[in-house]
């Protein structure tokens, strides 16, 4: 069982930063790759980027490649977004996801657990 609680979402302007940050429950933390993805009213989610088990490996959907990093702290059992450049494209609710299926996920059918979300809302 995994558990994940995310944090620092909040209402941001264009071009400023938010970094969103998840603590995850599991018994062993580097079993599982990470991810996040968002969701915005009436679509389905949409991935963001993911980070594999050790960290070493990561992917980028191209729309944030570049401004956003997602990062994994496995000592403190917590996964990161670092959000730079935001636009207003990037509204949405926020969720981090883990798999202990092994690659990296890229897909909602790839996710095992999810997080409840953290709402980002950028203004113009």
């Known amino acids: 069982q995994v558990q994940l609680v995310e944090s620092g979402g909040g209402l941001v302007q264009a071009e400023d930063s938010l970094r969103l940050s998840c603590a995850v429950s599991?018994?062993?933390?580097?079993?599982?790759?990470l991810a996040w993805f968002r969701q915005t009213p009436g679509k389905d989610r949409e991935f963001v980027a993911s980070?594999?088990?050790?960290?070493?490996?990561?992917n980028y959907a191209d729309s944030v490649k570049g401004r956003f990093t997602i990062s994994r702290d496995n000592a403190k059992n917590t996964v990161s977004l670092q959000m730079n450049r935001v636009k207003s494209g990037d509204t949405a609710v926020y969720y981090c996801?883990?798999?202990?299926?092994?690659?990296?996920?890229?897909?909602?059918?790839?996710?095992?657990?999810w997080g409840k979300g953290t709402l980002v809302t950028v203004s113009s």
């Open positions: 996801a883990a798999t202990g299926r092994g690659g990296l996920p890229h897909t909602e059918d790839d996710i095992d657990w």
């Open positions: 599991a018994r062993i933390f580097t079993y599982y790759a």
């Open positions: 980070i594999g088990r050790l960290g070493r490996t990561t």
